[in-house]
């Protein structure tokens, strides 16, 4: 076998391994878009075409007395803009530092922060629970997006990563402009950091849209709670009756910003989770 | 690193001011809560009566509880199979996906996909997929002639849910690979095709010893996300009050704390979950002084 057809072989082969991966992928998707959009009958029917095509599962979802789908919407609509806006502020001011500022302690700090990566999120739920039970907070969204406020090492990890990216040149050039701290900041270093900051906004966004542990502690019951904690709690009540197409509608509206946010906006999600990964 | 730019005069003041949400978030919810989580791990404590000194009650209790075990294996085995898991599919996709074939970045949506949306989301529609008499996967395995399988039931849940989770995760561990392979130089596989190297001898001469940084960085994330798993095993595998079909030790925490206002056992729970994490980064550190190559 010459070169060339072995190397076709090799590309085909590759092809192959990847198109069946792609439809494991991206099936359940289909399926619940598939599902959504049947009638209840026709739920179990193992085409992707729906035999009656539907939007009553949709008005269903919105009907529903128990569960108020508008309301958990705007709740996680809420806390998941103040967490970006919480981490996007935060973050970048404390990555500015660390990757632009000389100061006493830094390299000490910054291995400090990093560290907490590595501490599993549940060791620190319960004494944050106590606290915000105490504030009286307990069944308010404010536990939810409060912590944004203060920082994460995700976050400032990958601006920083960013930061340094940037030439030095131009901090010095804006020195000898007579820039303050806060103005290199401001006016040089966050215009600058554009993509990195896309990117940080889309994943606060989507971890706190898609949250599920701490608004199970904070918020666990219907109706004023979060989308995540609504479907789980709909789950039961649909399943016991069987009823799944509704359950999918109600899936399916719950993904849709992400999704829609992803189609517009890959490059940022590929480029951020790469930030993370390459340099150490 | 290089020095950096000095802060003058009253910018001491600014430097600060920017670091402080930063710092109270790392001394006081970080290792704050993780000393408070310690401390009430030696307390009986339901929040509504003072908390008593406890000892090593509730450690002790914890080896003597069946329900507790049963969740700590469950997450043991969890773990040993999502890791790797995770790690060598992803790995795989992303070598084929950086061969440089045209409609690439098809594919990479599609791998993605699971990483955006919310497990919670597409745990409902996996539920229907695992449905034993009425899902498609036991669906195809019949029109093959092969017996149906009872996904979620107890002695097959652990291996579904770990299915699932995998799934979930592969996006994101292929971008962090796909990463490490652009940043591997051309030059390194021009040479060794001058002396006659072939595709498998490249891979594991140049591709796998220059990509042991992203297989280390995507073990130890996976790592810790494997503790942490929640949210599809959560919507899975529940039943009622805070009871699982495979309890992870997460859910153990859970129940115990929110079902059972059982703070300090909970937090024992907690702290030596935390205990096995620090343990296995430990291991990893070390294997990454023998193993990991940088450049």
Same mark, same amino acid.
């Given at each position: ?20 991966? %792609? *439809?494991?992928?991206? $099936? ?13 009958? !026709? ?19 919105? %009907?529903?007395? !128990? ?88 976050? $400032? ?11 030095? !040149?131009?901090?010095?050039?804006? &020195? ?21 900051? %896309? ?40 399943? &016991? ?25 890959? &490059? ?9 990964? *390459?340099?150490? | ?61 914890? =080896? ?17 199979? #999502? ?100 940043? +591997?130089?051309?030059? #390194? ?14 891979? =594991? ?21 494997? =503790? ?22 997460? =859910? ?23 205990? +096995? ?19």
């Amino acid at each position: 076998m010459g070169k060339r057809a072995q190397t076709r072989m090799i590309d085909a082969l590759t092809y192959l391994i990847l198109l069946i991966g %792609a *439809v494991g992928m991206v $099936t359940p998707f289909l399926w619940m878009v598939s599902t959504s959009f049947k009638l209840p009958a !026709d739920q179990f029917t193992k085409t992707f075409i729906p035999p009656t095509f539907t939007l009553k599962n949709f008005q269903a979802l919105f %009907a529903y007395r !128990d569960i108020s789908f508008p309301l958990l919407f705007l709740n996680s609509t809420v806390i998941a803009l103040l967490t970006t806006i919480g981490q996007l502020l935060t973050c970048s001011m404390a990555a500015f530092c660390f990757a632009v500022v000389r100061f006493k302690g830094r390299e000490v700090l910054f291995t400090l922060l990093l560290l907490t990566l590595l501490i599993p999120f549940h060791v620190t739920l319960i004494p944050n629970f106590i606290i915000f039970s105490w504030l009286g907070l307990v069944g308010t969204s404010v536990p939810l997006w409060l912590p944004a406020f203060w920082g994460g090492a995700f976050g $400032t990890f990958l601006l920083r990563q960013y930061f340094l990216t940037i030439p030095r !040149d131009l901090v010095d050039a804006a &020195r000898v402009d007579g820039a303050t701290l806060p103005q290199i900041y401001w006016q040089v270093y966050l215009p600058l950091a554009k993509p990195a900051l %896309a990117a940080l906004a889309i994943f606060s966004f989507q971890g706190a849209w898609n949250d599920l542990l701490r608004p199970l502690v904070y918020m666990p019951a219907a109706p004023n709670t979060t989308l995540t904690v609504g479907l789980a709690l709909f789950q039961t009540q649909m399943t &016991r009756g069987g009823n799944f197409t509704v359950l999918m509608a109600g899936a399916l509206i719950s993904i849709l910003p992400l999704l829609i946010v992803f189609f517009f906006a890959q &490059r940022f999600f590929i480029e951020g989770i790469a930030l993370t990964g *390459v340099k150490r | 690193m290089e020095a950096g730019l000095k802060p003058l005069g009253r910018e001491k003041f600014w430097l600060w001011a920017m670091l402080t949400p930063t710092l109270f978030g790392l001394f006081f919810s970080a290792f704050g809560s993780l000393l408070a989580t310690l401390a009430l791990s030696f307390t009986r404590w339901d929040l509504l009566t003072p908390p008593q000194w406890a000892g090593f009650a509730n450690y002790v209790a914890l =080896f003597k509880d069946p329900k507790y075990l049963t969740a700590l294996i469950n997450t043991v085995r969890f773990t040993a199979m #999502y890791v790797p898991g995770v790690v060598i599919v992803s790995l795989l996709v992303a070598v084929l996906m950086n061969r440089g074939l045209k409609g690439i970045s098809f594919f990479r949506t599609a791998y993605y996909l699971p990483a955006v949306t919310s497990a919670v989301a597409t745990a409902l529609v996996w539920q229907m997929i695992y449905g034993k008499d009425t899902g498609i996967l036991n669906y195809l395995l019949e029109s093959m002639g092969l017996q149906p399988v009872c996904w979620l039931c107890t002695d097959m849940a652990l291996y579904s849910v770990t299915i699932v989770n995998i799934w979930g995760a592969i996006g994101e561990g292929m971008i962090i690979f796909l990463a490490g392979l652009t940043a +591997i130089p051309k030059e #390194y596989y021009e040479a060794a095709e001058m002396d006659g190297a072939k595709g498998i001898q490249k891979f =594991f001469r140049i591709t796998l010893p220059l990509i042991t940084p992203s297989i280390f960085f995507q073990t130890l994330i996976s790592t810790i996300n494997a =503790f942490q798993a929640y949210d599809y095993i959560y919507m899975l595998t529940r039943r009622g009050q805070g009871d699982s079909s495979v309890p992870v030790v997460v =859910f153990s925490i859970y129940r115990n704390a929110w079902h059972f206002s059982n703070y300090g056992g909970a937090s024992a729970q907690a702290i030596e979950l935390t205990l +096995i994490v620090a343990v296995l980064m430990g291991l990893y550190l070390w294997l990454e002084k023998r193993f990991v190559v940088y450049e």
